[in-house]
């Protein structure tokens, strides 16, 4: 019986707290893909999945080879898994859900709103160089981790 209502409370804090992770765009699913950060995570963290809707992924992709301005391209060995789960874990909360300008997490709306008080050159300073070098603030990007306590902006 104990036990019993000690799971219900904590099914239950999972049903509140997931949608309040999604709404922060934040969730990296609990189960990784052996191979997601080796193979997207050599330039830049292996962004979280949930962090763009699937059609920016597939876009993301199928053009690999001219990525940003460099080119990623990988064997299409490597490539079909990782777009497989990408599109699996793909963001579907409403915020996450439209697609950004050029599929990038930090052109989102919602990523503008977080950093609003990030100011643009701030994001230029050498030690951190592009908005999309989130493991320069966030010390704990790499498991998931954007809380306000994680971030620490180098000088
Ligand atoms: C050879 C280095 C390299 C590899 C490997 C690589 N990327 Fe990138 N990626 C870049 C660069 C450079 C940028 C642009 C960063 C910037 O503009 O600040 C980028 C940007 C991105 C962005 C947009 C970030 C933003 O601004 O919001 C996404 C999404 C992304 N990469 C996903 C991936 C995925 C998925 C993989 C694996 C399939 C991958 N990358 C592998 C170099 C790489
Ligand atoms: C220049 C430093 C910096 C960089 C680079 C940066 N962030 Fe942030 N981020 C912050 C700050 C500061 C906040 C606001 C923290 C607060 O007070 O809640 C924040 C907030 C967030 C939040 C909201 C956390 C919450 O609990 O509400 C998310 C999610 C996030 N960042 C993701 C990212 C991602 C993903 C990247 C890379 C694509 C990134 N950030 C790059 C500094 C940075």
Redesign the pocket.
């Known amino acids: 019986m104990k036990t019993n209502s000690v799971s219900l409370l904590a099914a239950l804090c999972a049903a509140l707290i997931t949608p309040l992770a999604q709404a922060d765009g934040v969730p990296m699913p609990r189960a990784a893909l052996p191979g997601y950060a080796q ?2 995570g ?3 963290l292996a ?1 979280p999945p949930g962090m ?1 809707p699937g059609a920016s992924w597939q876009r ?2 199928t053009g ?1 080879d001219r ?4 080119d ?1 391209s990988m064997d299409v060995a490597s490539t079909r898994p ?1 777009s497989a789960w ?1 599109q699996a874990n793909a963001g579907t909360y409403k915020r996450v859900r439209e697609v950004p300008p050029q ?5 989102a709306n919602w990523f503008k709103r977080k950093h609003d008080e990030v100011a643009p050159e701030v994001f230029r300073r050498a030690s951190i160089k ?3 070098n989130c493991t320069a603030c966030h010390g704990g990007a790499e498991q998931g981790d954007f809380s306000e306590h994680a971030v620490r902006i180098p000088k």
């Open positions: 193979e997207c050599s330039c830049h962004f763009l993301v992709m690999l990525h940003y301005g460099t990623a990782i990408l599929d990038r997490i930090t052109l592009t908005p999309a």
